[in-house]
């Protein structure tokens, strides 16, 4: 059984950072990646960045880039997604995803695992 547990999420001002960790347990973790996404109210769960579990690919969608990173430590089964210049359309619960396999997918259908989601608020 996999776990996923994320961290970091909170209220912050606009321009401020945060960096949300997840920490994954219950398997090895060979040729698995990961995702995060987000859903804010209202809206369709929505990819935000995915990366192999080797680190060979990272990708995040336009609305974030330059501004968001997703890296992993494998030694410690964590992917983390540090978040810079924020702005208060980022606000929304922020989930990472699991999916066996060597890279990840933008489509939240494909993943088999998922954490509680944590909850990021961004305040003008």
């Known amino acids: 059984q996999v776990q996923l547990v994320e961290s970091g999420g909170g209220l912050v001002q606009a321009g401020g950072s945060l960096r949300l960790s997840c920490a994954a347990s219950g398997r090895t973790f060979s040729n698995f990646a990961m995702g995060w996404f987000r859903q804010a109210p209202g809206k369709e769960r929505e990819f935000v960045a995915g990366i192999s579990w080797r680190g060979s690919y990272a990708l995040s969608t336009d609305s974030v880039k330059g501004r968001f990173t997703i890296s992993s430590d494998n030694a410690k089964n964590t992917v983390y997604l540090q978040m810079n210049s924020l702005k208060p359309e980022d606000t929304a619960v922020y989930y990472c995803?699991?999916?066996?396999?060597?890279?990840?997918?933008?489509?939240?259908?494909?993943?088999?695992?998922w954490g509680q989601g944590t909850q990021v608020t961004v305040s003008s």
């Open positions: 995803a699991g999916l066996l396999g060597g890279s990840y997918s933008r489509n939240p259908d494909e993943y088999e695992y």
